[in-house]
């Protein structure tokens, strides 16, 4: 019974630990405005509390609603360019804009039409600059 559950917390441990002996299997970059690539932030997977910072920049955009706006009237220089990359997947980016209260962003990649959708995020936009500027 011992040797079972001494087995069992075995196996629980690695898969927490996972993310930290492969730090390059989720990576995440914060870049400022778009098209400026200058790198404001890259984590990786090579500490518990650099993972709970990148799921937490990916909860800013699973938490959201699409919005119903014209593309047209998103910002012409969004604040910044989040990129966020898992092991055999490819990249997901969205352009972000903090919009007073509001974080609106859209997906850039080749299966957005000539007008992507926007989303609103969920997550405030004080809540968003506390994320970017955690030390």
């Not at 909860?59 to 593309?71: A, C, G, I, T």
């Not at 039409?113 to 989303?119: E, I, W």
């Amino acid at each position: 019974m011992k040797k079972a559950i001494s087995l069992a917390l075995a196996a629980l441990l690695c898969a927490l630990c996972a993310g930290c002996t492969q730090p390059d299997s989720q990576t995440l970059d914060l870049y400022q405005g778009y098209g400026n690539f200058l790198k404001l932030i890259h984590l990786n997977a090579s500490s518990a509390e650099k993972q709970e910072r990148m799921d937490a920049f990916a909860q800013v955009l699973e938490d959201s609603q699409p919005l119903d706006k014209e593309f047209s009237l998103f910002a012409y220089y969004p604040d910044y360019c989040l990129e966020l990359k898992k092991a055999g997947e490819a990249a997901c980016v969205a352009i972000v804009d903090v919009n007073g209260d509001y974080i609106d962003f859209y997906y850039t990649g080749e299966d957005v039409a000539a007008d992507p959708q926007l989303y609103r995020s969920h997550v405030t936009a004080d809540q968003f600059r506390k994320l970017v500027h955690q030390s």
